[in-house]
């Protein structure tokens, strides 16, 4: 988990909502804005460029202040001294250090997160965390890294999310025409699959549907499933899955993202390649990583491609730093019929066009950086019965959310058929001391339980009562 908490997540009381701050109106901010402005909170954004700020404006019921995040007189326009949340996310580590030692000097009671990009510092930020007055850390490209590295250790599926401490994921993968999936109900779904999984939520034409026993997948859709670590395994197996070890990867792009997955997958015994158009970044690679083949190149350029052995490397990554030129050069990688196929995308504004593509798993940094701001957000929000786990699945579209039974959970002990939940609501799993159980009519959960929920966006679920009608 690369989002680091550092202190104690006192609860917000006095309100519905918590008072935030957000420094840095870029990619990740301005995606923290749409969401914490949905969400109801009393949202004000600081950036150094009006014209950014205009259109931020514009869109969201937002107060904008401009200038320097790191002066007391624009944090002290902005509210710093009633605020309960600084989120600071410019481009620069060390603004946005200086940004919360001077918030927390301000307003010793505030919580802070920074995005803290550089290698250099993770050892230092940790050992001097009191002196910023951090609350909790965030690095996309790191985060994605790790994600990343998963899929390509794991192969089968587009993606990945877990629970209960690693012993529970929720996967996606889309059905194809020639799918033992096709066509079949779910209620059938255990007598086909021959293992106990529970698909609880589908993507059809681009919408998120919270399905039910009466449901028939399609080909073409995108499904995700919850299962037990090992089930999913037999699952694979069962539907003629074949997820081989990667043994070379190609890399496409030399910027941090690259840097950190280069390293994972190195200790991880793969053979890695790193093309970057860079000069002068090719050779701080080569001194960073010299057990990793780096090349001086473009990746868009398909001769170079073929040259490199696109068509032998068991899964190609791209990492440049447009989307447009990562989906072109995965739509090569499709045509050469590389086996594994991620794709870093810094904005997923048009979803439906993404699904007509074979650019394979889909990855984006901020949406990763942003689910653990937002649980974090949620959790000093509510500090009884907050989210212990908070991921975005289906395109934004929904949540799947783990929460831990306590005393003041209610219908402890009650047959799941017996409850009234709200509309597009499911549990999705149980998890009791070592094992994980896939819940039916007749499951019940008891104080100390996991329970892992996925839920349409209509409303915002803080803590487990709130599935209840």
Do not use: W
Request: net charge negative.
């Amino acid at each position: 988990m690369l989002a680091e908490a550092f202190i104690r997540m006192d609860a917000i009381q006095e309100d519905n909502f918590v008072r935030i701050i957000i420094a840095g109106d870029g990619k990740v901010g301005s995606t923290l804005t749409r969401q914490l402005v949905a969400e109801g909170h009393d949202v004000t954004l600081i950036d150094a460029k009006a014209e950014v700020l205009e259109t931020s404006e514009e869109s969201y019921d937002i107060m904008a202040v401009q200038g320097n995040c790191a002066s007391m007189a624009t944090l002290s326009k902005a509210g710093v001294e009633e605020a309960d949340l600084l989120l600071v996310m410019t481009g620069a580590d060390e603004v946005n250090l200086l940004c919360c030692a001077i918030a927390h000097g301000m307003n010793p009671k505030i919580h802070t997160i920074a995005r803290i990009r550089n290698p250099e510092y993770k050892d230092q930020i940790y050992q001097m965390r009191h002196l910023f007055g951090l609350s909790m850390v965030v690095n996309p490209e790191r985060q994605a890294a790790i994600e990343m590295e998963r899929l390509i250790k794991y192969p089968g599926f587009l993606k990945r999310d877990t629970f209960a401490k690693g012993r529970v994921e929720i996967v996606e993968l889309r059905i194809g025409e020639d799918s033992k999936l096709c066509n079949v109900g779910l209620f059938d779904l255990e007598n086909v699959v021959k293992c106990k999984i529970l698909v609880c939520a589908v993507l059809r034409d681009s919408k998120a549907i919270i399905p039910d026993g009466n449901f028939v997948l399609h080909s073409g859709d995108r499904i995700f499933v919850t299962a037990s670590t090992r089930e999913l395994t037999v699952f694979l197996k069962n539907m003629g899955i074949i997820t081989h070890r990667a043994k070379r990867v190609i890399l496409c792009g030399g910027g941090r993202l690259s840097f950190y997955l280069a390293q994972l997958l190195k200790q991880d015994g793969i053979m890695v390649e790193i093309i970057e158009q860079d000069y002068d970044r090719c050779l701080s690679l080569a001194n960073q990583l010299p057990e990793v083949t780096v090349v001086h190149g473009d990746a868009s350029n398909e001769l170079l491609l073929e040259r490199e052995g696109i068509g032998e490397c068991d899964a190609l990554v791209t990492l440049t730093g447009v989307d447009e030129m990562n989906l072109f050069i995965s739509l090569i990688g499709n045509n050469a019929e590389v086996p594994q196929i991620i794709t870093k995308l810094g904005r997923l504004s048009n979803n439906r066009m993404l699904d007509k593509l074979p650019v394979g798993s889909t990855i984006s940094p901020k949406e990763l950086c942003c689910n653990d701001i937002v649980r974090y957000v949620r959790a000093i929000r509510n500090q009884n019965g907050a989210a212990q786990a908070v991921n975005v699945i289906a395109d934004g579209q929904a949540e799947a959310i783990e929460f831990i039974v306590d005393g003041n959970t209610k219908h402890c002990g009650e047959p799941l058929k017996k409850l009234k939940l709200k509309k597009n609501i499911r549990v999705a799993g149980i998890n009791r001391h070592s094992s994980f159980e896939i819940p039916n009519g007749d499951s019940f959960y008891e104080n100390g339980d996991g329970l892992i929920i996925v839920t349409g966006r209509d409303e915002v679920i803080y803590q487990i009562n709130d599935i209840f009608e």
